[in-house]
């Protein structure tokens, strides 16, 4: 059968492991979304640092929103894609957005992101531009060399086997989620590039974004260091 979706919820879907630094700063831009028709699932991916309480805490004060805010405590340290994909099967939103727990959204970003794919239809995951935050400061001048913009640009990349997305900013339909399915938990280091092709593989047609969404803190135990210099 079917999954029924709520239309027009978002369900922004933030795997966290060992993110008590960072995790409630990332709930509270979320909390300012322009957007206001969604939920948050917490997945607390076997923290040892106290993430689960912070975000206990951030659900328990968050008045109106505190029914919205999901939490999933899994029993061990699964891994970023594991994680990423139970969040995504506890979704009910018609739309899905993935954050990640360290970095942060523009409060318009949901807003941006449900009006391109109401416009655009047969468009099935849309990304967004980003900006590096470091030392508390965005750097507004380094625009990240490696992104395409533009359906026809984008699946050219990936075509060529490259990588021109930041799977922390995207926005995906659930319906397309249901078909197609989550990340690839054998692909350690590469599933969120792994995610983005396989979709277009599946016939889902993908856009990106010129506008800065997504803000990404530099630090040093940022994940993505472990696997690129």
């Not at 109106?64 to 029993?75: D, G, H, Y």
């Amino acid at each position: 059968m079917e999954l029924k979706r709520v239309p027009g919820l978002v369900s922004v879907v933030i795997p966290c492991w060992n993110r008590k630094q960072y995790i409630r700063d990332c709930l509270d831009r979320l909390a300012k979304q322009t957007y206001g028709n969604m939920e948050i699932i917490v997945v607390n991916d076997g923290s040892t640092d106290g993430s689960a309480d912070v975000v206990r805490h951030w659900r328990d004060a968050s008045g109106r929103l505190k029914r919205r805010i999901v939490l999933i405590n899994l029993p061990r340290n699964i891994g970023y894609a594991g994680a990423v994909t139970v969040g995504m099967f506890a979704t009910r939103g018609e739309f899905i957005a993935l954050q990640d727990s360290d970095d942060y959204a523009h409060p318009e970003r949901m807003r941006k992101q449900v009006n391109h794919l109401r416009k655009h239809p047969r468009i099935g995951i849309v990304g967004t531009n980003y900006r590096v935050v470091e030392s508390g400061r965005v750097q507004w001048n380094k625009q990240p060399g490696w992104l395409a913009f533009g359906e026809k640009n984008v699946h050219a990349r990936y075509r060529r086997g490259s990588h021109c997305l930041t799977v922390g900013s995207t926005m995906i339909r659930g319906r397309a989620f249901d078909r197609v399915g989550g990340m690839n938990r054998r692909v350690n280091g590469a599933e969120d590039w792994e995610l983005i092709d396989h979709y277009i593989q599946k016939g889902v047609r993908v856009d990106n974004l010129m506008d800065v969404l997504h803000f990404v803190r530099r630090h040093a135990g940022q994940r993505s260091r472990k696997f690129y210099r």
